[in-house]
């Protein structure tokens, strides 16, 4: 059975990673690969159900946190781990870096708590690391005022997105901070440039692995 190939996605919100997974899943299906599309928060029933209250229910900071991760571990759990085993490919919509980016950036959370929580969500002991993370990380950076500007005029905006500039400031930092920890496993596509551009950079980082033709 081949390895299965873990990658995430993420961004501000207003970066415009939603068409491009939609467009690596196709190109990947196209490649032979099994293509298992999911999100954070949610991917499970009840990581769905945690996702309804914390993108919109004000909540404490911890709380918020806390339920980012009981939500991450049904879905590790019960979608990412089994897709994995099988060697499928799983395509997930954020993960853990937008805890560190929204929690620890955003909100100004802790960052040694959400590392410990880290360890304890995503302990998987079969791993050399013992830690499951992506194989590929996509962030597709922009410009908050850009964001901002693509978000303006959107659909109803929920808890996080109608923040203010300045909150993506430093949920940018957060990512940023993130690739710098671990640059190998990040891909930084800028993501101010035309869909074209963009799409062809996501489609190089992919290949760069060898992972597509
Ligand atoms: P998003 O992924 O942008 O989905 P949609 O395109 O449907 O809006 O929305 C998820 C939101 O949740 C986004 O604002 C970031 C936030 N979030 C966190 O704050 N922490 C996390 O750990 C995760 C996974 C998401």
Redesign the pocket.
């Known amino acids: 059975m081949s390895a299965g190939l873990f990658i995430s996605f993420e961004g501000i919100?207003g970066a415009g990673k939603?068409t491009h997974i939609a467009g690596l899943a196709e190109a990947l299906r196209a490649a032979g690969r099994t293509v298992v599309l999911t999100?954070?928060?949610g991917g499970t029933p009840l990581s769905e159900q945690l996702r309804a209250l914390v993108?919109n229910d004000p909540m404490d900071p911890l709380t918020e946190a806390l339920l980012?991760f009981a939500a991450r571990r049904e879905h590790l759990l019960q979608v990412i781990e089994p897709a994995l085993g099988r060697g499928d490919t799983v395509l997930c919509?954020?993960?853990?870096d937008?805890?560190f980016a929204?929690?620890g950036g955003g909100r100004g959370f802790d960052a040694e708590v959400l590392r410990t929580l880290e360890t304890w969500v995503q302990a998987v002991p079969a791993l050399p690391t013992g830690l499951r993370q992506p194989d590929l990380t996509l962030w597709f950076d922009l410009a908050p005022q850009e964001a901002a500007r693509r978000l303006a005029g959107a659909r109803a905006p929920?808890k996080?997105?109608s923040q203010p500039v300045e909150f993506f400031r430093r949920v940018a930092a957060g990512y940023q901070a993130r690739r710098d920890a671990e640059p190998g496993r990040f891909a930084r596509i800028d993501a101010g440039r035309p869909r074209e551009d963009v799409w062809a950079d996501v489609r190089g980082a992919v290949q760069a692995k060898g992972w597509l033709p």
């Open positions: 919100d939603s999100r954070e928060p993108l980012m919509d954020r993960f853990t937008a805890t929204y929690q929920d996080f997105e």
